[in-house]
């Protein structure tokens, strides 16, 4: 019971330091989000009699989800900490379950545009591959933390050193052929701690010359084959890409009308409410060209505010991943300094046309349950590495 109270006060402690910018933005986002999914779906969810002509229904479902995740956010955040996650009960509980979950997706799941990455559990649509995000994450910081302790540091003396990461690849290799996007998020994940943790050069030698054979090989392949191995879907995404209006009816009808919708949009918007492109020119708009119609309405001054947002998320990321002297904490926020970075990335590059179009959604702002569930727990874990790391700070002051 003594034990109990002490490990209370100690929380209760921790919970002074708490960075607030992070729920901060965490909030703005998520009712930014919120207003544009109104925005993008009243008028076609109010004309469509399977959705029981309510204007608000996809705004009704994104609030659900904003309610769950941000309780999920507010409970870890206040509640837990770090230590928490360093169980090995939990961390084995974690990653048996993102594998279950993944081969019931394969057995059972759901296919939307070409990619098998959904599974409904009861009344519940979930994404498996969102999880592995922050399975990833934990498991690798957990996993070398351990071994630094252990070892007194990460020298490596062997392949079990890669192991963890052969692993996390295995499970990002899987999800990259069922889902593109998501899976590159996933394996920049893997690959950017990898680098942070900076193994001996041989081991870095190993792996880079592997990729890089891969991508040759993947190449060549391509060529030689005229890319006929890939999905028609994957292959529709090159070809608009490189021709965004050769086939504006065709495969290339969301992308050059969520280029329209960026540039109509000015310096300040249409204004809320005034957008033109959503009403039936960007299909599904609310999902991953969410960015689009944010864009038409709110104009480029908005689009610099929303990326100056997850641009200071990304920055809180790196400078407590910088600061910490914890192995633990170090990863964790790395690893989500590089979820959010390579995502946003691939979703404003694909609906501005940097990238090829990647179908991921972009975090806080596009509809979806599992999407937002995972940015909550990933920005919670962020919050709590933050106050941790900033009570240590003070006690060395």
Known sequence: MEQKKVKRKTTMQLNKYIDYTIPLIYIILAVIGLITILSATMVSAGQNPNLGYNPAYYFNSQLRYV?????????????????????????????????????????????????????????????????????????????????????????????????????????????????????????????????????????????????????????????????????????????????????????????????????????????????????????????????????????LVGVIIVLLLYAFLVYKCFYYSTVSKDLFLKLITFGIGIYITVQCFLNIGGMSRALPLTGVPLPLMSFGGSSFLSISIALALLSIAAKEIRYRRSLEK
Do not use: C
Not at 177 to 196: E, P
Not at 253 to 281: D, E, P, W
């Open 67 to 299: 309610i769950i995740g941000s309780t999920v956010f507010m409970f870890m955040l206040f509640f837990t900490k770090s230590s928490f996650y360093k169980q090995t009960w939990l961390q084995v509980a974690m990653v048996f379950g993102i594998v279950i979950l993944l081969i019931l997706i394969l057995v059972m799941g759901d296919e939307v545009n070409g990619e098998k990455n959904w599974v409904r559990i009861g009344f519940i649509n979930i994404q498996g591959s969102e999880f592995l995000k922050i399975v990833a994450i934990l498991y690798l910081a957990y996993i070398y933390d351990l071994r630094n302790k252990v070892h007194n540091g990460l020298e490596a003396t062997d392949w079990k050193h890669l192991a963890p990461f052969g692993i996390m690849l295995g499970l990002g290799a899987w999800i990259l052929n069922n889902d593109f996007g998501t899976g590159l998020i996933i394996l920049s994940i893997i690959f950017g701690m990898f680098f942070y943790l900076n193994f001996p050069r041989k081991y870095t030698f190993y792996i880079v010359g592997t990729v890089v054979i891969g991508l040759a090989l993947f190449v060549l392949a391509f060529i030689i084959f005229d890319g006929s191995f890939i999905p028609t879907y994957q292959m529709n995404r090159i070809q608009t890409f490189m021709h965004p209006f050769q086939d504006t009816l065709g495969s290339g009808y969301q992308l050059s009308n969520s280029l329209i919708a960026i540039s109509h949009g000015g310096l300040f918007g249409t204004g809320l409410g005034n957008g033109i492109m959503k009403l039936g020119y960007i299909p599904e708009p609310q999902t991953d060209f969410i960015f689009a119609v944010f864009a038409e309405e709110f104009g």
